[in-house]
């Protein structure tokens, strides 16, 4: 395996070239096959240089792994968030063959007007402005020709990389295999345009209605699918700039007033829960960049390529847990964490809520508005991982969107409190929770499970007292932890009991019967009191042998 990884393609020695290269001492032991010894992450730093070098492809891996902050430590999620892919546009030659291709129709029969020039180029695709033939403007985004070939062959290196590194300690505690296969799923998906097309229309409907904020207020790009495939994807052009080119030029001028800036952040804060909390499908890269401020005053969501999913009752816990957070429960955080985690066979619940404890200790004396939720989340996450616990991918990716839209929120407008949004939704979330959108039905199928609950239990209580009764009740406990010689200890514990109660009533039948005035049977007392010290002796020798005298 090694071997191969060293010596079978020019990309695979590109790798160890890069990592020589960059002085990571651990994969360099490990790519040539010397000992390795404990696996060392780089810096992060060593990181982000080791995957520019690479290319493409691993930047845009740095830039997945830095929506995980249930796997890499925060230092390293802040330096690979700023991972751009720094490639030059392909040629419009190029571009124009693959559109040509990709089109139902003749390039003329769609559009009237295409940019060479393109807006951004990225590791995947590049972006070209354009006018269909009804007038309308929109996006085309192109993937880069050629790009798939690359994506697979590095694919198949991240998954020997992840073979060979499962073999360590620190491989099998994070599964670091299934890690990669996590990942790779995502590199694949990156290449059809049509997840990130269907992914817009569910979020346009999503938000379409809401109790929460103006649906109307927020946008997302409309699709055209009759012009769209799997390596091209044609959007509505949508006139705006991002937050942070929005307060750097209109808001110092005196454009946006503090008022507007905070119905901006309100809207986009509420669609985020509602993305959250009740629909349980959201946009996973709220990054300032993918948050548009448009000319007539409304917000729209960009870039739907990556989206996290929660199901109904993780969607539960989380909102215990960001109350637990509010109340500074170190306990109730704790549990709520385990419930989480996708393995709990190394957790130890103590030593969890001390580390709770811990973390939350320095907020005690904070007011809520000086509490960064974003901060105590990636916290929250470090110790999950400190304490061994994998949790789900999509609970990184909540937290990372959620750290992402408050740092925007807050760059936008300063006076942006998260949990000052939060507390007015609560009552209304917690109703959805307990009792759905629909309460009659939802009244019903508890109506129901009560009437079958209290229509078994007689039944059941009735088979219990019989097995009592009757001596059939039968218990089934499994306790780990080598509790296999607990039996025999308990004998042996046992036994030395019977025998010291007998060595004892030895030595009080000695003392009676020689208090008695009786001589004839004085030989008798004189021989109890020599078996009981015979007896006494062998007791204390024998627990000395054990090396229990405790």
Request: net charge negative.
């Amino acid at each position: 395996m090694i071997s191969g990884l060293t010596q079978t393609t020019s990309r695979q020695r590109d790798i160890v070239e890069v990592v020589f290269r960059n002085g990571w001492d651990y994969m360099r032991q490990l790519l040539t096959g010397g000992k390795a010894g404990t696996p060392d992450l780089p810096t992060p730093a060593v990181l982000r240089n080791i995957l520019v070098d690479l290319g493409p492809v691993y930047v845009k891996l740095g830039q997945l792994l830095s929506t995980r902050p249930d796997i890499l430590p925060a230092s390293y999620i802040e330096v690979l968030s700023t991972l751009q892919s720094e490639v030059p546009p392909v040629s419009w030659v190029e571009i124009e063959t693959l559109i040509r291709q990709e089109l139902p129709g003749s390039l003329n029969q769609t559009f009237t007007q295409i940019n060479p020039q393109p807006i951004a180029a990225g590791s995947i695709g590049q972006i070209h402005r354009a006018k269909l033939t009804n007038g309308q403007e929109v996006v085309l985004k192109v993937q880069r020709p050629g790009i798939d070939a690359v994506v697979d062959q590095d694919i198949a290196l991240i998954r020997s990389l992840a073979e060979l590194a499962s073999r360590t300690d620190l491989g099998k505690d994070y599964d670091l295999q299934a890690t990669a296969e996590e990942f790779t799923e995502a590199l694949l998906n990156e290449l059809d345009f049509r997840l990130e097309a269907r992914h817009t229309d569910q979020l346009r409907a999503n938000m379409s209605e809401s109790r929460w904020f103006d649906s109307k207020q927020l946008v997302l790009p409309k699709i055209y699918w009759e012009c769209s495939t799997k390596k091209l994807l044609v959007m509505e052009w949508l006139d705006g700039e991002s937050l942070l080119t929005v307060k750097s030029a209109q808001i110092k001028a005196g454009g946006i007033t503090d008022e507007k800036r905070r119905e901006v952040t309100t809207l986009l804060f509420r669609a985020f829960l509602q993305q959250f909390y009740i629909d349980g499908f959201f946009h996973a890269d709220p990054h300032p960049g993918n948050l548009f401020y448009l000319r007539d005053g409304r917000v729209a969501l960009l870039d739907c390529g990556m989206v996290g999913r929660i199901d109904p009752n993780t969607q539960q816990i989380l909102t215990e847990l960001l109350l637990a957070i509010v109340d500074i429960d170190a306990q109730r955080c704790a549990q709520l964490t385990l419930q989480l985690a996708e393995s709990k066979r190394t957790a130890n619940l103590a030593s969890l809520e001390v580390d709770f404890e811990r973390l939350l200790r320095k907020y005690y004396n904070r007011s809520l508005a000086e509490i960064n939720l974003g901060e105590v989340l990636f916290e929250t996450l470090q110790v999950a991982r400190e304490n061994k616990l994998k949790l789900p991918g999509n609970i990184g990716l909540y937290v990372k969107a959620l750290a992402n839209l408050e740092g925007a929120a807050r760059t936008f407008d300063p006076k942006f409190n998260v949990l000052d949004e939060v507390k007015p939704l609560m009552g209304d979330l917690f109703r959805r929770q307990l009792i759905g959108e629909e309460p009659i039905p939802t009244l019903l199928r508890t109506a129901l499970d009560l009437k079958g609950l209290t229509l078994r239990s007689p039944r059941l209580a009735e088979l219990l007292l019989d097995r009592v009764t009757s001596e059939t009740l039968q218990w089934n406990i499994n306790l780990g932890g080598g509790l296999e010689s607990l039996p025999a200890t308990q004998a042996d514990a046992a036994n030395r009991l019977s025998f010291s109660i007998l060595v004892g009533s030895l030595i009080v039948g000695a003392a009676l019967i020689s208090s008695t005035e009786m001589t004839a049977i004085y030989w008798l007392s004189n021989t109890l009191f020599a078996v009981a010290s015979f007896l006494g002796l062998w007791l204390i020798i024998s627990i000395l042998r054990s090396g229990q005298l405790r």
